[in-house]
């Protein structure tokens, strides 16, 4: 039970309570967010702090979260927002004393102990009065129930003993998912703002990992030092630790990490991530830290938790050459061209010849022409072959390997290019419940969410995605999103940073530079449009205003309008009507 400020928390209850103890209604959600201040000590909590907490791999606009914070305020007659404030940060926090009470009611319903016995004479009397029989009873319980136990007893154990040969181990014992210990990032950096990074770095990879669907968190064992406590894992406790350290040289913060399998002390992973310190904020450097290893180590430890279930044949054949072509063949994925992809494809299909079994190599090739599909680089007929051996093979490796990141993100890949729009939010929610920095799978939650016409959530994700920045090779595709995102909002002027940056990294991909004329176009750079137009049509030619837009396919009627008016900011630029 917690209290504050006259209101009464009660958290097994999932209850708040006024002054005079009457219930106050909230939504799950706006509990949920009342239940991190209230826990939190006061601290400032981020917007996204709190939203990935409320609502964890789930893409939500800030709207929900603004939602939620003035339902708070209402509930709590907080009109003058003294309470509920906005911290200079941008963040929030509850701002009072909060204090644990013990919860009297429940209490009020634990049996009678002896000095209540003793306060109502009466009833004591009654009891005192009922006759003694003799103790023919067994642990509590008399000897009838108790042969009647141990016979029904005996039938489970000899229908468990009939069942064995039949039943798989994990239905009987389901085993516990393997325990990681993020222990806290040393600080070697010789500067003041070392260990508050540091510190940050941790929480945020310990809030990431505990997302994590299929193993759990621990929180590192304190032993006694000199002078006080020091964090230190229990080897009984966890089944692998996290260890880093964070350095800063040549204005660069780095950070170096690795999964150790705390029996043996085998390293299993190593990540290293920096950021320049002066070009980016402290939070943002954070965050782009705790990505930069988070995403390496996450997809390892996949790797390896998925390796244990498989079988020796594959674990052997995922372990050799055909790791480094499906790599490379992936990297072509990320940093498209029409060359790359066709190099890339050719490789992939030269291995899948040698070794046609192969689910990793099936899956990768499938990814790869999910791409060209939403490229455009297949034929009407040849990218309807295309899918339909893509949805087989996928099927397939799905039955073989549901918790596998590169499969579930063939699958994502697969709904989006065939417009199967909210079916990939789902998938791709779940890629994220085993990698939650997985830009790719972010991408294309913002990529369904943008043809679902729910611009402000899309625009949210692609920019969480460029929060993480991870895999740095995916970058252009979300700065691509957000750039598209805010064309379709009509924000034109905010889009050409983002369209900007994307080329940058990618120039190949014709369809940046359409969006980019027709950013220049409705800003009033018209020469500059027609500049980015003519290079777009370079790219691919034949581009017309009939097929320049992508497959609309189940798209919403908001975001059908949005792009006739984009195509028409590109006609205007110059984009051929026939």
Same mark, same amino acid.
């Given at each position: ?20 103890? *009457? ?5 799950? $959600? ?8 209230? +826990?939190? #000590? ?27 914070? /003035? ?63 003799? $103790?023919?009873?067994?642990? !509590? ?10 016979? !029904? ?27 990681? &210990? ?19 770095? *941790? ?86 830290? &705790? ?22 044949? /594959? ?5 050799? !050459?055909? $790791? ?28 899948? #010849? ?35 051996? &893509?949805? &087989? *093979? ?75 920045? +991870? ?29 900007? /940056? ?77």
């Amino acid at each position: 039970m917690l209290r504050f400020a006259g209101f009464e928390l009660d958290l097994p209850r999932a209850e708040l309570r006024g002054a005079d103890g *009457t219930p106050i209604k909230l939504r799950p $959600k706006t509990f949920e967010m009342l239940r991190l201040f209230a +826990t939190n #000590g006061g601290r400032v909590l981020s917007k996204q702090e709190l939203m990935e907490a409320v609502w964890p791999n789930i893409h939500v606009g800030e709207d929900s979260l603004f939602q939620c914070i /003035r339902e708070l305020r209402t509930a709590l007659g907080d009109e003058r927002r003294q309470l509920i404030k906005l911290a200079s940060g941008g963040g929030y926090l509850l701002a009072t004393e909060v204090v644990e009470a013990p919860d009297v009611t429940l209490q009020a319903e634990a049996p009678l102990s002896a000095s209540t016995e003793a306060d109502l004479p009466e009833l004591a009397a009654v009891v005192m009065a009922q006759p003694v029989r003799p $103790k023919r009873a067994i642990f !509590g319980v008399s000897r009838r129930a108790a042969a009647a136990a141990v016979a !029904g007893l005996g039938v489970i154990v000899m229908g468990l003993a009939v069942a064995a040969p039949v039943l798989k181990p994990d239905l009987l014992f389901k085993p516990a998912p393997p325990r990681i &210990a993020v222990m806290p990032i040393v600080d070697a950096s010789n500067d003041s703002r070392g260990a508050a990074m540091a510190g940050e770095v *941790t929480g945020r990879l310990t809030d990431g990992f505990a997302r994590i669907q299929n193993i759990s968190v621990v929180a590192p064992r304190l032993t006694a030092v000199a002078g006080g406590e020091s964090p230190a894992a229990s080897p009984s406790s966890s089944d692998y630790e996290l260890r880093g350290e964070l350095q800063l040289a040549d204005q660069s913060w780095t950070l170096r990490a690795r999964i150790i399998k705390t029996a043996s002390g085998e390293v299993q992973s190593v990540a290293t991530a920096s950021v320049n310190a002066e070009a980016v904020d402290a939070q943002l450097a954070q965050a782009r830290l &705790a990505a930069g290893v988070g995403h390496v180590l996450a997809r390892r430890l996949n790797d390896i938790l998925e390796a244990s279930a498989s079988s020796s044949a /594959r674990r052997k054949s995922s372990a050799g !050459g055909d $790791k480094v072509a499906v790599e490379q063949a992936l990297a072509s994925i990320n940093q498209t061209t029409r060359e790359r992809f066709g190099a890339a494809q050719t490789m992939l299909q030269k291995a899948l #010849g040698e070794d046609p079994d192969n689910v990793d190599l099936a899956v990768a090739l499938s990814s790869l022409q999910l791409r060209g599909i939403q490229m455009v680089w297949f034929s009407p007929e040849e990218a309807v072959a295309v899918e339909a051996k &893509a949805n &087989a *093979t996928l099927e397939q490796a799905l039955k073989a390997k549901p918790n596998s990141i590169p499969v579930l993100e063939a699958h994502c890949r697969f709904l989006s290019a065939t417009n199967h729009f909210v079916e990939s939010l789902v998938t791709c929610a779940k890629a994220l419940s085993f990698d939650p920095w997985n830009g790719s799978a972010l991408y294309l939650i913002g990529l369904g969410q943008v043809y679902l016409g729910r611009f402000d959530d899309a625009l949210a994700t692609f920019q969480q995605a460029d929060r993480y920045d +991870t895999p740095p090779a995916s970058r252009w595709t979300w700065l691509l999103g957000a750039g598209m995102t805010y064309a379709l909002m009509g924000r034109f002027e905010e889009a050409l940073p983002w369209l900007q /940056r994307s080329i940058a990294i990618t120039p190949g991909t014709g369809r940046s530079h359409f969006l980019l004329a027709a950013a220049y176009q409705k800003s009033g750079r018209s020469e500059e449009a027609r500049a980015a137009m003519q290079e777009g049509l370079r790219l691919r030619p034949g581009t017309t205003k009939l097929n320049v837009s992508p497959p609309m396919k189940n798209a919403s009627p908001l975001c059908l309008a949005a792009w006739e008016r984009v195509v028409q900011a590109e006609v205007d630029a110059g984009l051929p009507e026939q």
